[in-house]
């Protein structure tokens, strides 16, 4: 898994508001293996979800900052 094979799915899921926890579907066709789980308003409330996984590295969350960057964690 590449970093620039995600990057234009990881554009397309991150909200505009809040905090999405994405999946990863590593079986899935290129360019269609991220997936929303959930949206979250508060980081502390997705990074629970994240953590309540089992296999925490097959998520991440996904968000704008202040400057209308993307953030990945």
């Given amino acids: 898994m590449t970093k620039d094979i995600f ?6 899921l991150t909200p ?3 905090f999405n926890l994405i999946g990863i579907d590593y079986f ?5 293996q991220l ?3 959930e949206h979250f308003e508060m980081y502390q ?8 996984r089992k296999n925490q590295d097959e998520y991440f969350i996904l968000y704008k ?3 209308q960057e993307f953030f990945c964690r």
């Fill in 7 to 12: 990057e234009d799915e990881k554009i397309k």
């Fill in 16 to 18: 505009e508001t809040g």
């Fill in 28 to 32: 899935g066709e290129a360019g269609n």
């Fill in 35 to 37: 997936y929303l789980i």
């Fill in 45 to 52: 409330d997705a990074l629970n979800a994240k953590k309540d």
């Fill in 65 to 67: 900052g202040a400057n």
